[in-house]
């Protein structure tokens, strides 16, 4: 059974910065395209950035360019997400991807003022 | 970017009655990389339909996915009580990725 689980998320103040993980098994992580993904309370689904299997490539949503940083550790079946200059809009659940099939239960990040 | 636009927004269904939601992508989805998930509140999404039209693992044959370039729809044949969510659709290509802004399955 595949299974993808997040951790990281909590309480933050505007400004701060918050390091996400995500933990897989059950699939060769490093076959994967990996993406975080986050969704706002009571809205939709919105892609935040991706990185390749060897960690050659990365891509980032405007939204969170220079804010986020995408990272892996194969050796750890681990995925990173980086994340500063937190704002309010940032509040949101936050998941990880596998390409475009497995998705983990998320980690809740909420910013305050 | 492409601009996935789903419609409708709601759609009120019986059990037992075909369903019918609608992707409609900004610009042509290269390579078919369109997928549709399911989420039931409080749960992540599950992949339902990917390549357009195939079928995820465990994705019950009521399930249908079909369209290309820049249309595409989810058909659910014949709707069972756990069918009620909300839908999205994704293009999954070059990115930036998108997600439709979902549609929601509600029970008439």
């Known amino acids: 059974e595949v299974r993808l689980v997040e951790s990281g998320g909590g309480l933050v103040q505007r400004g701060g910065s918050l390091r996400l993980s995500c933990v897989g098994s059950g699939l060769t992580f490093s076959n994967y395209w990996m993406n975080w993904v986050r969704q706002a309370p009571g809205k939709g689904l919105e892609w935040l950035s991706k990185i390749s299997q060897g960690s050659s490539v990365v891509h980032y949503a405007d939204s969170v360019k220079g804010r986020f940083t995408i990272s892996r550790d194969n050796a750890r079946n681990s995925l990173f997400l980086q994340m500063d200059s937190l704002r309010d809009e940032d509040t949101a659940t936050y998941y990880c991807?596998?390409?475009?099939?497995?998705w983990g239960q998320g980690t809740l990040v909420a910013v305050s003022s | 970017e492409i601009v996935l636009t789903q419609s409708p927004g709601t759609l009120s269904v019986s059990p037992g009655e075909r369903a019918t939601l609608s992707c409609r992508a900004s610009q042509s989805v290269s390579s078919n990389l369109l997928a549709w998930y399911q989420q039931k509140p409080g749960q992540a999404p599950r992949l339902l339909i990917y390549g357009v039209r195939s079928r995820a693992t465990g994705t019950p044959d009521r399930f249908s996915g079909s369209g290309s370039g820049t249309d595409f729809t989810l058909t659910i044949s014949r709707l069972e009580p756990e069918d009620f969510a909300v839908y999205y659709c994704?293009?999954?290509?070059?990115?930036?990725?998108?997600f439709g802004q979902g549609s929601k399955l509600d029970i008439k």
């Open positions: 991807l596998a390409d475009f099939d497995y």
């Open positions: 994704h293009h999954y290509g070059s990115p930036p990725l998108t």
